[in-house]
């Protein structure tokens, strides 16, 4: 089966910055698209970024120009570096396979158990 692991989250002060890991793990041939998204406390879950296999990327409007997403298709893995945290920024981080190729078959939407980030002084 597949499963995802995150990890980097921990406390970080306004203004500082964390990087987060995440690596798929299976028989995954081909990740078309991963991702990362954030839940708080009483919200739902949003989209931060996502990658594509090509390297096309898209981030929500309140992370553009502060977060950067990245992908290493040989590792299966995929990074997001945080910078200039605001306490908005405080969540659970999740990691998303949107669609991947397991053999003869397309899979979708596998999430990893999620990592907190909290932006607090």
């Known amino acids: 089966q597949v499963q995802l692991v995150e990890s980097g989250g921990g406390l970080v002060q306004p203004g500082g910055s964390l990087s987060l890991s995440c690596a798929a793990s299976g028989r995954i041939d081909i990740i078309y698209t991963m991702g990362w998204y954030r839940q708080a406390p009483g919200k739902q879950r949003e989209l931060v970024a996502t990658?594509?296999?090509?390297?096309?990327?898209t981030y929500a409007d309140s992370v553009k120009g502060r977060f950067t997403i990245s992908r290493d298709n040989a590792k299966n893995s995929i990074y997001l570096q945080l910078t200039n945290l605001k306490p908005e920024d405080t969540a659970v981080y999740y990691c998303?396979?949107?669609?991947?190729?397991?053999?003869?078959?397309?899979?979708?939407?596998?999430w990893g158990q999620g990592t907190q980030v909290t932006v607090s002084s």
């Open positions: 990658i594509t296999n090509g390297g096309t990327t």
């Open positions: 998303n396979i949107d669609r991947a190729r397991v053999g003869a078959t397309t899979v979708h939407n596998y």
